[in-house]
């Protein structure tokens, strides 16, 4: 994958209006993942938690209320500044995915939401989270018919017949990345074992498609998002063992998550 994609999607979360519009639809729906997300890699209080692309923050703010010293990560320093207002108690700097400015095993536990389809190498982000902590647990997109936040608005566009923009940099399939056969390949090749999948679903109310159009799919929040549709999926590992489980979480609105596996042979 190319620099160009990276520097595409970094472009699109630092621009000025980014983090009200995402936070207006796409935030709302994601940061519900962020509990069965915890819950995957099963922290508690006194814990310590990495939430790398963590946005406008939501899931570091959600770690920081169970009582864990939660420090999130991202690109943004718009998103970021929206989350230190919204969830003063946490750390939360600038960083990138790809390499993590921390020393091996610093947290007890390292998640990603709804990220993979946003960097050139998926690869290496589930290895730099398995690097950082004995846990690891990633979200995704499910598919396009399920993920209906999503699959509405690539409906719309192929009932259209628009044809997609050329010279565009290409990320990572968001519909690949759904596949439960890809995340587990992704955590098997980060040293991950004894991985569990499984589906979060619910149902977002929306004010009608003039909200999606307004908020969501025109803008900002449209820039970054355009060059690859996928779904939501997760992930979680633990070095306490050598078993663990991984679950993939959705919404009808719909991410999809995977969550916990284990790092094998850790102690």
């Known amino acids: 994958m190319s620099d160009a994609f990276k520097e595409f999607e970094v472009a699109g979360w630092r621009e000025p209006v980014r983090a009200d519009a995402y936070d207006a639809v796409v935030g709302r729906v994601t940061a519900r993942v962020a509990e069965p997300l915890l819950d995957a890699v099963g922290i508690t209080a006194g814990t310590s938690l990495l939430d790398v692309a963590t946005a406008t923050g939501h899931v570091a703010g959600a770690a920081s209320a169970r009582g864990v010293r939660a420090v999130g990560v991202d690109v943004s320093e718009e998103m970021l500044a929206r989350a230190r207002r919204l969830y003063p108690g946490v750390e939360f700097a600038l960083g990138d995915a790809e390499e993590l400015a921390f020393v091996d095993d610093t947290f007890d536990a390292a998640v990603a939401a709804f990220l993979l389809h946003h960097v050139p190498s998926p690869e290496r982000v589930v290895a730099e989270l398995a690097r950082v902590a004995s846990r690891v647990a990633v979200t995704q997109w499910d598919a396009g018919e399920r993920a209906r936040l999503i699959g ?109 596996a284990h790092r094998v042979g850790s102690a």
């Open 152 to 260: 509405l608005l690539t409906d719309a566009i192929a009932a259209a017949g628009v044809e997609p923009t050329t010279g565009r940099p290409v990320g990572p399939s968001r519909e690949r990345l759904a596949r439960n056969e890809e995340l587990r390949r992704l955590l098997e090749n980060a040293g991950l074992g004894d991985i569990r999948i499984d589906t979060v679903a619910f149902v977002e109310p929306m004010r009608g498609s003039d909200e999606l159009w307004r908020e969501c799919w025109t803008g900002a929040s449209t820039r970054a998002r355009s060059s690859s549709l996928s779904r939501p999926t997760c992930a979680s590992g633990s070095a306490t063992s050598s078993n663990g489980s991984s679950s993939r979480t959705g919404t009808t609105g719909n991410p999809r998550a995977r969550f916990r």
